[in-house]
């Protein structure tokens, strides 16, 4: 009698909780992140309308992954550009690199590059160097495929020789322009423009005679 006593009381504990898990509120398991979400429906919720609004549709998943406008507060941008000058005065200079920014408001942005330096003097064999620089960029005139920016900053690059002879293989290179971007493709931007650009130890040597070159550049920025 005990024995079957406890086979009907396990028969009606199970059907009590097999009543209950059928009617308890469905389980819901948010992730956060845009367009993120994941829930566990029972049959009878996912058959009812308006189930479907709680899956992010193709729409604000691709939404959520595209980049912010380019130049845009939270945007983000990386480009590379070569550009050559003049001294005017039987000096030459070549530069490449690749930078990045970051606009914290919109038409605003901080910046660091990355960059290879030629130079040939009059007084100066050709020589090379690297170039590390931070900037800002302010884009003053801002459409929606094209802008007008003024940038500037200042770096330090090493050169394997002197710059002048006699000066330093270690200089400060500050730098002023302004420039142009037209979009070119989806999250894309041709960059053009030109800016002064100096060579200078900053008194940290006996002698400091400085180099002033007019840099004429083009490149290509891109939003991630």
């Not at 193709?58 to 939270?74: G, K, P, S």
């Not at 000058?85 to 920014?101: L, P, Q, R, Y």
């Amino acid at each position: 009698m005990p024995r079957l006593l406890a086979c009907n009381l396990c028969v009606i504990i199970l059907a009590v909780l097999s009543r209950s898990v059928l009617a308890s509120e469905p389980l819901r398991l948010p992730f956060d992140g845009v367009g993120l979400s994941l829930a566990l429906l029972d049959d009878e919720v996912a058959a009812s309308p308006g189930s479907n609004d709680l899956i992010p549709d193709d729409e604000v998943l691709e939404n959520a992954r595209t980049a912010a406008a380019y130049a845009t507060q939270d945007s983000t941008a990386w480009w590379f550009e070569v550009g050559g000058g003049s001294n005017f005065d039987g000096g030459w200079g070549a530069i490449g690199g690749v930078g990045v920014e970051w606009y914290p408001v919109d038409g605003f942005a901080l910046g660091a590059r990355f960059d290879g330096i030629g130079v040939g003097l009059k007084d100066t064999s050709t020589t090379g160097g690297v170039d590390a620089a931070l900037l800002i960029r302010w884009h003053v005139l801002r459409r929606e495929t094209w802008s007008v920016y003024f940038d500037g900053g200042c770096g330090f690059a090493v050169f394997a020789d002197e710059v002048p002879t006699g000066a330093s293989r270690f200089c400060f290179t500050p730098q002023l322009g302004l420039g142009v971007t037209c979009e070119v493709a989806e999250e894309a931007r041709l960059m053009v423009g030109a800016r002064w650009f100096h060579i200078s130890n900053g008194q940290s040597a006996s002698r400091n005679p400085g180099v002033d070159m007019l840099e004429l550049y083009v490149g290509m920025t891109f939003s991630y």
